[in-house]
């Protein structure tokens, strides 16, 4: 059973910092592209970072140089480092986890909510 586990959400004041974690189980980790997405009340889920196998990385324009993307092959966990926070930031935080290939595979964590207060 593949299960998504986000933590680290929480209110914090505009300016402050904040990490959110994932862990993951029953994916092989190594292989899959990982991201963060969004999502506010009656929004679409955007992403705000990925990390693929390789360990590159990519963000939203509105999150570069504030957000810090990073994975632990060796732990299954994918972590989100949210630094220089806008109330802008606020909303569901999702886990993705992606498998683009022959068998195409994608599991979503249930979120973790992150409010930034001006």
């Known amino acids: 059973q593949v299960q998504l586990v986000e933590s680290g959400g929480g209110l914090v004041q505009a300016g402050g910092s904040l990490r959110l974690s994932c862990a993951a189980s029953g994916i092989v980790f190594s292989i899959y592209h990982m991201a963060w997405y969004r999502q506010l009340p009656g929004k679409q889920r955007d992403m705000v970072a990925s990390i693929a196998p390789d360990g590159s990385t990519n963000y939203a324009d509105s999150v570069k140089g504030r957000f810090t993307i990073s994975r632990d092959n060796a732990k299954n966990m994918v972590s989100l480092q949210l630094n220089t926070l806008k109330p802008e930031d606020t909303g569901v935080y999702y886990c993705?986890?992606?498998?683009?290939?022959?068998?195409?595979?994608?599991?979503w964590g249930k979120g973790t909510l992150v409010t930034v207060s001006s």
């Open positions: 993705n986890a992606k498998f683009s290939g022959l068998f195409s595979k994608d599991y």
